[in-house]
């Protein structure tokens, strides 16, 4: 059973810089995992910002950057915002048959 | 814009069985992968099973092989989950997602599902 760990929960200052983290228990995190991040607000859908590792959607603000950093996927985030307050979820894909959901990081901002 | 819209969540007794739809708009259904995600009542994320954009290949988590099976129409742009001989661990929000195998690009705002014991 593969398990997928992030920092369970951080704080960060407003115009502050924070990093998340995303550790495999198989070993260290390559990009040939295509760590995905999602972010995730109290009553709604969780919403896409980064795949493959540090790749973007049109909708991805700059501030939000992805990589792999020490044997871990890593998603910082630059200048936070109030509105960047929620649950960041990583992802790594094992194999078609294993995909595999970090338990999150609730990221409060104050 | 890409819609994604689940129906068919509920309250079902233990060992019943339930099918949810998530209807698709705003892209080329039948180009993507879809993906089915659950989370369970205030936990995370847990992914479910996967399709390939044709229908070819089914994949699933280990926990639910042989109880739910994903499946597509690319004529109506929809994609199912039957669900078989459910558990109480079963209850969560079903989201659907769309991507290719290692993306999950976006996402419906869920059916939630209850199996009652």
């Known amino acids: 059973q593969t398990v997928v760990t992030q920092e369970p929960s951080l704080t960060v200052s407003p115009g502050g810089t924070v990093t998340l983290t995303c550790a495999s228990s198989t070993g260290p995190v390559t990009t040939g995992y295509f760590p995905n991040w999602f972010q995730q607000k109290p009553g709604q859908a969780p919403r896409s910002l980064i795949f493959a590792t540090s790749s973007k959607h049109s909708w991805t603000p700059a501030r939000f950057s992805g990589s792999v950093l020490g044997g871990k996927a890593a998603l910082t985030l630059s200048d936070v915002q109030p509105e960047d307050e929620a649950e960041y979820y990583c992802?790594?894909?094992?194999?078609?048959?294993?995909?595999?959901f970090g338990g999150g990081t609730k990221l409060t901002v104050l | 814009q890409v819609q994604l819209v689940e129906s068919g969540g509920g309250v079902v007794q233990s060992g019943g069985s339930l099918r949810l739809s998530c209807s698709a708009s705003?892209?080329?259904?039948?180009?993507?992968?879809m993906h089915w995600v659950r989370q369970a009542p205030g936990k995370g994320l847990e992914w479910v099973a996967s399709i390939r954009f044709d229908g070819s290949k089914n994949y699933y988590t280990d926990s639910v092989k042989g109880r739910f099976a994903i499946s597509r129409d690319n004529l109506k742009d929809t994609l199912y989950l039957q669900m078989n001989s459910l558990r109480p661990e079963d209850t969560a929000v079903y989201y659907c997602?769309?991507?290719?195998?290692?993306?999950?690009?976006?996402w419906g705002q869920g059916t939630p599902v209850t199996v009652s014991s």
């Open positions: 997602a769309n991507g290719w195998e290692q993306r999950f690009d976006n």
């Open positions: 705003g892209f080329s259904f039948s180009g993507y992968g």
């Open positions: 992802l790594l894909y094992f194999g078609a048959s294993q995909v595999v």
